[in-house]
């Protein structure tokens, strides 16, 4: 249920594997970073805003949910984090509603910048 870096490194090239990117899409692209001295994203990361999911709290719809998660159906292995490993829970547990099976990289972009060997991807 947990991934490491090692994990991580893995998956970057590994078509039958996706990291999700739980940041709000503002961070994710680089435009902004309020906690991490690096901003961006780790190399094929996708980004899914835990900040996306507020919509079902008052319209809970378990179809509504897979749908979200369409795109991430077919992968063998999904590793889900943020920043430093509080908003990825919510990612989680959606993604389990949806029938998937993600696990959790704990130590998330603050962990992956920690390494002066990791690449960062900017889209801005």
């Not at 893995?10 to 709000?24: E, G, L, P, T, W």
């Not at 805003?49 to 991430?72: G, N, Q, V």
Request: aromatic letters at 12%; glycine letters at 6%.
């Amino acid at each position: 249920m947990v991934a490491d870096v090692e994990d991580v490194k893995k998956a970057i090239n590994n078509k039958n594997q996706v990291i999700v990117d739980s940041r709000v899409a503002e961070r994710y692209r680089g435009e902004i970073e309020p906690i991490d001295k690096v901003p961006g994203h780790i190399p094929s990361a996708v980004n899914f805003p835990w900040t996306d999911l507020a919509r079902f709290y008052e319209d809970y719809d378990e179809s509504k949910i897979k749908e979200h998660y369409k795109d991430l159906a077919g992968y063998d292995k999904i590793i889900v984090h943020c920043g430093s490993g509080i908003t990825p829970t919510v990612n989680l547990l959606f993604m389990e509603a949806a029938g998937l099976s993600p696990i959790f990289y704990v130590g998330g972009y603050s962990d992956w910048i920690s390494y002066e060997d990791n690449e960062v991807v900017k889209e801005i």
